[in-house]
């Protein structure tokens, strides 16, 4: 299937004179005016209550169209939805598309914390986390998304629709029946390529002459920035093969070199990390458990750049993935580890303080479990609030240095 590549536009459309007057409002009125008189008829509340019900926030990727999850869910809409109406939906859909130049389009609602609701009396709810961070919310309305549930195969990577979406200068692919996209990252994607800690004189060295992780990689979201600003390696990991594909695909639209290494399964016990020293790609993605990444990292130290930053970029909570952080950073020249968390807007100082102080006991167990460990002194330089959760909560990114400490 054709690969679309697509910018972000966010919809802009507000106030009531604008929601009757917008594209939207039009593509709904031509097509109520299309129906048959007995089905205009039957329709609730008349014309323009529709409209007007009609969620009028989206997000538009050109071509794809992505509507909330309570687009149907005001006054008429949900009585339509189960009606004889239904069967014109797909009319809709056409209008809207060519009200909107698009093609495609979805219902996307947040990503799922859990893929089955966890129970209390279960032993599974580990298991049931979502930490692959598939889309199980997104809905296909429109257009040929392709077939779900295939496995990630080279074979099934060309029958899929891609988006390819440009923020910052950079290009993220993505197949919206496998993976996410969260536009609301751009502010730490940002953020990433002007770090102060990128500066010559943080770094004691060129940026070209560091390497950088991350942990919970995805499509490339912050590791690209990585990229971009100037690492000379990027390491990643992603269990997601979907992700990885993507991952591969934008990072050779944006004209970087990509390796990926297969570490999943039995195949962990027989990769050579040998071969590492032929490597020159800026992008190494380990397709397995981040759980893998310090034995990697061990193996890798003497043939890769000192690794200056680790991004722990998972929610709710990035916890899981601080000891590794922690183990990978620069032993001799330390680094920063950029954690993301969900806090309370009523407790964001107070969990900030709580934070060093789970990174200075993850500094002091490691110095106790591996042999000459550095003896890290640990701040807190920053702490980025990225955008809303939930009510009352927040996605923040606590940048964490770790300063080597003479003995």
Not at 173 to 197: C, D, H, Q, V
Not at 367 to 383: I, M
Not at 384 to 399: L, M, Q, S
Request: aromatic letters at 8%.
């Amino acid at each position: 299937m054709t690969e679309v590549e697509i910018e972000l536009i966010p919809n802009t459309n507000s106030g009531k004179g604008s929601r009757s007057n917008s594209a939207l409002a039009q593509a709904i009125r031509a097509w109520v005016q299309s129906l048959p008189t007995s089905a205009q008829s039957s329709i609730p509340d008349g014309l323009e209550r529709l409209i007007d019900t009609f969620g009028q926030t989206y997000s538009i990727y050109p071509p794809l169209l992505v509507l909330p999850s309570h687009v149907f869910s005001k006054d008429a809409w949900p009585e339509i939805i189960r009606s004889p109406l239904e069967a014109y939906l797909p009319s809709l859909y056409s209008y809207i598309c060519l009200a909107l130049n698009v093609t495609h389009i979805a219902i996307n609602g947040p990503i799922a914390l859990d893929i089955i609701p966890p129970s209390s009396t279960s032993n599974a709810k580990n298991e049931a986390r979502n930490i692959m961070r598939l889309p199980l919310s997104l809905v296909p309305l429109y257009g040929d998304f392709g077939s779900p549930n295939l496995p990630p195969t080279a074979e099934n990577f060309d029958t899929v629709f891609w988006a390819t979406a440009l923020q910052n200068g950079i290009w993220q692919t993505w197949a919206p029946l496998y993976t996410m996209f969260s536009r609301g990252n751009i502010k730490e994607k940002a953020r990433l390529l002007n770090l102060p800690s990128l500066a010559d004189d943080a770094l004691r060295r060129d940026p070209k002459e560091t390497s950088a992780v991350d942990l919970y990689a995805g499509i490339g979201y912050f590791a690209f920035s990585f990229a971009k600003a100037g690492f000379g390696r990027v390491l990643c990991w992603e269990l997601n093969g979907w992700s990885v594909e993507g991952l591969k695909r934008g990072a050779k639209k944006n004209k970087w070199s990509v390796k990926v290494v297969e570490g999943n399964g039995e195949r962990i016990n027989n990769l050579n990390m040998g071969q590492a020293q032929d490597w020159d790609e800026c992008l190494i993605v380990f397709h397995e458990s981040n759980e893998e990444a310090a034995k990697r990292v061990t193996d890798l130290r003497e043939q890769i750049p000192p690794i200056k930053h680790v991004n722990c970029g998972h929610l709710p909570s990035s916890k899981d993935s601080w000891k590794t952080a922690v183990k990978i950073i620069d032993s001799v020249e330390g680094g920063w580890i950029h954690a993301h968390e969900n806090i309370k807007l009523n407790n964001i100082s107070h969990r900030k303080e709580e934070i060093v102080e789970e990174f200075k006991y993850l500094v002091s167990e490691t110095a106790r479990e591996v042999s000459n460990a550095p003896n890290f002194k640990v701040r807190c330089d920053h702490l980025e609030r990225i955008k809303t959760y939930a009510p009352g909560v927040i996605h923040c990114v606590i940048d964490i240095a770790l300063v080597p400490q003479l003995p």
